[in-house]
């Protein structure tokens, strides 16, 4: 079951500029987490916010997530060409087992 | 060098074989995981374990089977049930089930 909805499923923008995107869940969490994909790599964890939590920075990220609407947003500030790569967000799911639930990712392309 | 490896990088099976994926780590973690990703999809759990000797079906099971003999390792196994087996298959482990989730680079499985 995919809970995690990422908006959009692509952007590409030019470097330095911001990029945000966005994911929608459907069932409480204990968290929510962000993850990078390099093409054709593992993923690496990127940041977690706990469902008490509204924002959340690490470096050039901010993450912020909005429980009665059950949405998070990252934001990448002063991007850059190494940036570029697949984000996934991804559930704790309140309750139920111990595991994630992934979303469909997006796809961002940093245009030197 | 803690992490979590897999093996092989690719992986060619004939049609009616049997493969098994190797996914090992040296995080001490409790928690491991197999996911299949298909291309620009998100990823989709197969199986997690939680403990030693205990393992409990994912997402898409069907066609797949583990073991969890060892805390370090949690092999995958490819049956010949599995009717559409080509993806990438990610393992990833965690010191608790609802945590930051640490991944390997990935087996790439072509069915020829």
């Known amino acids: 079951s995919q809970q995690g909805e990422e908006d959009p499923q692509a952007l590409s923008i030019q470097e330095g500029e911001n990029a945000t995107m966005n994911c929608s869940y459907k069932?409480?969490?204990?968290?929510l987490q962000w993850y990078r994909q390099n093409s054709g790599r593992g993923l690496v964890h990127l940041i977690l916010i706990r469902s008490n939590e509204r924002e959340k920075h690490s470096g050039r990220l901010r993450v912020t997530l909005d429980t009665s609407k059950k949405s998070s947003s990252l934001l990448i500030t002063a991007s850059r060409a190494a940036d570029t790569a697949s984000y996934f967000c991804?559930?704790?799911?309140?309750?139920?087992?111990?595991?994630?639930?992934f979303g469909q990712g997006t796809r961002l392309t940093i245009n030197p | 060098d803690g992490g979590i490896t897999q093996s092989p990088k690719y992986l060619f099976r004939k049609e009616g074989q049997n493969v098994t994926l190797s996914c090992e780590q040296n995080?001490?973690?409790?928690?491991m995981y197999w996911y299949r990703q298909d291309p620009g999809q998100g990823l989709r759990l197969i199986y997690y374990s939680q403990i030693v000797n205990d393992f409990q079906k994912g997402d898409i099971a069907e066609g797949y089977s583990v073991s969890r003999e060892k805390k370090e390792s949690f092999p995958l196994t490819v049956t010949s049930a599995q009717k559409n087996p080509t993806a990438f298959y990610l393992c990833?482990?965690?010191?608790?089930?609802?945590?930051?989730?640490?991944f390997g680079p990935g087996t790439r499985l072509t069915v020829l």
């Open positions: 995080l001490n973690h409790d928690a």
């Open positions: 990833a482990s965690s010191s608790q089930g609802a945590g930051e989730q640490f």
């Open positions: 069932t409480s969490i204990n968290n």
């Open positions: 991804a559930t704790a799911p309140y309750g139920g087992a111990q595991k994630l639930v």
